[in-house]
């Protein structure tokens, strides 16, 4: 099949935004915004936007490179990337995109960013789809100075550090299959979008600060105010075999309004069971 996702981007200041989009030959009357997780890009969405693109829906559909992933500009050498920054990331990115009635899907890292946005911007969003995460990390206050100083000395320790070559593509698309768990023909377009080739040799994309550990995360009852806050029609996905914590019981309670929904597949269950998770989005976007 002929694909018909193009790939294109936007500047915000001095930095650009790449990103996804499922051309369409219709009116778009709502958008989808895909969302990734930590050192991914926009490509792991790219079996569910397949899905999209088969059903021929009058949805503009996107996927974002997070800054520091996939083909968007890197933070500069004197900046980190602190979870709340990303909020506001999202947030100019959708003012840039001029994006109306829009439906926010995330995936781990993008799950939390999507639900905070949802909770601080509820008019701006119609609906919220998480994917393996759900409630923000949070630990309790105690931890804050250790917290602190291990995210300090993760970034002297960067600064120390010189960008290595990868071996192969090979060596790189094996290292990202035994992370994920995933096949090589599944995770294949998500290296791909993270590999460049400079003189000669393979190097990763992605910022490498995105390594450096947060020097910062919300207490318990900030992420359940979070949660609280939340109105819109709220999906959230797991993979039976995805992280244990997310389905405790006491975690999902913090879940005021949310239908929770199991499909099969590790944590990158978007890219197993791609037409379930689909079909899962689309009932929440076409009941609003």
Known sequence: MRTNIAAKQIKIDDRMVAYLEVQQTTTAVKTVVFIHGWMDNAASFHAVMKQVEEHDLSWRVIAIDLPGHGHSTHKSA????????YIDDLHRILVKLKAVDVYLVGHSLGALIASCYSAAFPEKVAGLVQIEAHVPLSESPEQSA?????????????????????PSKQGAIKMRMRATKLREETVLPIVERDLQLIDGQWFWR???????????RMTQEQA????????????????QRGYHYLQNPQILSFLVDAQIEMVEGDHHCHLESPQKVFELILGLVNKN
Not at 206 to 216: A, I, M, N, P, R
């Open 78 to 85: 004197h900046h980190f990337y602190n979870f709340h920054d």
């Open 146 to 166: 250790e917290r602190l100083r291990n995210g300090i000395e993760s970034r002297e320790h960067w600064r120390e550090k010189f960008p290595r070559a990868i």
């Open 206 to 216: 992605h910022d490498s600060k995105l390594k450096c550990e947060s020097v910062y």
């Open 224 to 239: 359940q105010a979070i949660m609280s806050a939340i109105t819109v029609p709220h999906l959230v996905i797991l993979g």
